[in-house]
């Protein structure tokens, strides 16, 4: 079986935090690199950021300073701590794992940020 389960968006004001979970299967969770990505109202998808098995992060120009990404490997669980958050951070956040050439994406988890 092969599951991404993302959690944890919320509306939050601006400036405020969010944490995010992407619950992966066994067989996902082995893809080399686990990543983040958001696609806001007609706009493309866009990456966010990665990390690798081995802990090699990547983050997008646009959140680094202010988002945080994390993996646990004894709970298959990603994470993404996004602080001081702000209108343009509005999208649905998709949890992504690619394995044997096949791109997995997860439902999507909503973050709205608005006062």
């Known amino acids: 079986q092969v599951q991404l389960v993302e959690s944890g968006g919320d509306l939050v004001q601006p400036g405020g935090s969010l944490r995010l979970s992407c619950a992966a299967s066994?067989?996902?969770?082995?893809?080399?690199?686990m990543g983040w990505y958001r696609q806001a109202p007609g706009k493309q998808r866009e990456l966010v950021a990665t990390?690798?098995?081995?802990?090699?992060?990547y983050y997008a120009d646009f959140v680094k300073g202010r988002f945080t990404i994390s993996r646990d490997n004894a709970k298959n669980t990603v994470f993404l701590q996004m602080n001081s958050l702000k209108p343009e951070d509005t999208a649905v956040y998709y949890c992504?794992?690619?394995?044997?050439?096949?791109?997995?994406w997860g439902q999507g988890t909503q973050v709205t940020v608005s006062s």
């Open positions: 990390i690798t098995r081995g802990g090699v992060i």
């Open positions: 992504n794992a690619p394995l044997f050439g096949i791109n997995y």
């Open positions: 066994d067989r996902l969770f082995s893809s080399n690199v």
